[in-house]
């Protein structure tokens, strides 16, 4: 019998998971609309469709994709105020603060290892099922090393640092899921994805990153500094402001 090898762990398997996510449900779930449809914008096709369910596809293991659901359920566990009785979202001090230029929020004891490989995990998944929009790839060399880094037990926080930003709660537009892009800031390349009000920013470069990314950046001691930003104030907004505005109308 042909045997596959899963991209993700490198074990050899008879046949993958049938159906495994590239974003989880509950990332679309929790931006329903009122009809319960959630926006998802397309880069490459530069359009905006609604949609009821996730994007899925065959091609990692059994055991990954349990492996990784455990990460994703930590996430929507702290990201969501679905479960404010679990201990993982109690567990989260949160300080608000608002600074000379943008409001933020500072989070504690967060589980670095969960959450670092929930984010690392959507990226991967998305490349692995060949679904990575941009002008640019991923080289093999950044995908062995984020592999190596999903893989390994360790607390490498700097090597792909994660910037997330946060919508605030009476954002009218934060309800949107963008699948993971690779985009250029300020120089580097990193790969952006969107859902349940958050930004994903994954910094994918071997240059020396800019200042405010490793003062804001996901840290191994369980803190990230999460910037408040509107989605009119995106650049994301603008390109699909238009769009948007059609799908509603539609
Ligand atoms: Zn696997």
Known sequence: MKMLTCPLCNEKVKEFHKRSHLIPEWMYTNCYDEKHKTLEISRLKQKVTKRQ?????QFICRNCEKETQIFDHYASLILTDKSPDSPE???????????????????GNINFIKFQRFILSIILRTQ???KMNGQISITKKHLKNMLNLYRDNDNDDSSYPIVVYKHPENDKH???VIL???NKKDGHHIIEFTGAGFIFNVYVSSHIKPQ??????LKNDGSMYLIIISFKETGLFRNTKLMIKETKNA
């Open 53 to 57: 369910k996730g994007i899925y596809a």
């Open 89 to 107: 979202y109690k567990c989260i001090s949160k300080i608000q603060n608002n600074g000379k230029m943008a409001e933020y929020e500072i989070w």
């Open 128 to 130: 692995l099922a060949e």
């Open 174 to 176: 934060k309800n949107h």
């Open 180 to 182: 993971p892009y690779i």
């Open 212 to 217: 405010y990314v490793n003062s804001v950046r």
